[in-house]
């Protein structure tokens, strides 16, 4: 053992400099300061929305004294003159766009794993983040071991695949219902979401109900899952309570999934549609004609930007973590 004397100096452990506290208004090295683009972006908008608004309301007249946004959601009519069970409608271009993005998305985290690439790049890094909060934030409401692992691809899968088919729909498209001139095969654009149908909603929930009740049947038996729906109760009683069961797991259950994302979408598009109409709806003098214009887009826009950053990626949300609940309560022992 080696005793510190006078003439054998004491040895401090590296110290990692403290990095300088920056003075006020001083962005430092690691932060850049707000691009040309980021500084003009709301000024320019707003400058355009005003001019926007100033030449339609000195321009003609709206024709059609009627606007009726539902029209945007008909699907009775297809797009290139087919009909019959290959109808090809705006719905399914949509439904196409969203299911090639899923199977881009699947392809690119398959050769990712499958080759061991690991880049340091916005592409790499959003995906590692789309599946760490799928796994975390999502599979988490799965019980712990061979479920977890059987439905976590699965509860992901309609995250990511939902996810699509909301933020697609935000894409304007030449698609919309009303033509341009007397030209039959060009059309007005317009946004359209898939999962604003209810059929498409349903067949999601349905997917969704097949698997909990399969995985209900398979942990517990037939009868043995029958009696899970007594929520614990015996005796008379379970002639007020297992009506109420049976009608929440073979109905409400689904129901709930497929109402809930089907209404916060068509709704969603429906307010953007109006907003953006309101210098058709509202006219009179010119000024009334200006202000509706510009406040009408302005406040389309805060719609679209709304429903597109946060009611599509938080529905898919939903969708995805009642599946796992779902899915997880139905093989669980007790309820």
């Not at 304007?172 to 359209?192: K, M, N, Q, T, W």
Request: proline share 5%; with cysteine.
């Amino acid at each position: 053992m080696t005793t510190a004397t006078a003439s054998t100096p004491i040895t401090q452990p590296d110290r990692v400099p403290v990095p300088e506290t920056p003075a006020p208004g001083d962005l430092g090295s690691g932060h850049r300061k707000p691009s040309l683009f980021g500084r003009l972006f709301f000024p320019v908008v707003f400058a355009a929305l005003a001019v926007w608004g100033v030449l339609l309301a000195y321009g003609d007249p709206v024709a059609k004294p009627e606007f009726d946004p539902t029209e945007e959601f008909d699907l009775s009519h297809g797009l290139f003159g087919t009909s019959g069970f290959f109808e090809i409608n705006k719905g399914v271009v949509y439904l196409a766009i969203a299911l090639l993005g899923c199977l881009l998305f699947a392809w690119y985290v398959n050769r990712s794993v499958v080759k061991r690439i690991r880049q340091e790049s916005k592409t790499q890094s959003a995906i590692e983040g789309v599946y760490e909060f799928a796994y975390d934030n999502i599979a988490s409401a799965l019980p712990e071991g061979k479920l977890f692992n059987r439905y976590m691809p699965y509860v992901a899968t309609i995250f990511v695949f939902i996810w699509l088919l909301n933020m697609v729909s935000f894409v304007p498209l030449p698609l919309g219902h009303e033509h341009i001139g007397d030209i039959s095969f060009l059309r007005a654009f317009g946004v359209y979401a898939v999962t604003s149908n209810i059929f498409c909603t349903i067949a999601l929930a349905i997917v969704t109900s097949l698997i909990f009740h399969y995985e209900g049947i398979r942990a517990h038996g037939l009868i043995g899952y029958l009696k899970t729906w007594s929520a614990g109760q015996s005796g008379p009683v379970l002639i007020l309570v297992y009506p109420v069961e049976i009608l929440t797991n073979l109905v409400l259950k689904p129901v709930s999934l497929a109402v809930r994302l089907f209404a916060n979408m068509l709704s969603g598009h429906i307010l953007i549609l109006l907003m953006s109409a309101l210098a058709g709806i509202i006219g009179g003098a010119i000024a009334v004609s200006i202000f509706a214009q510009v406040m009408g887009t302005g406040v389309a826009l805060v719609f679209y930007l709304f429903e597109m950053g946060l009611v599509a990626s938080l529905q898919a949300y939903i969708f995805a973590v009642l599946s796992a609940i779902y899915i997880g309560s139905a093989a669980e022992e007790h309820h």
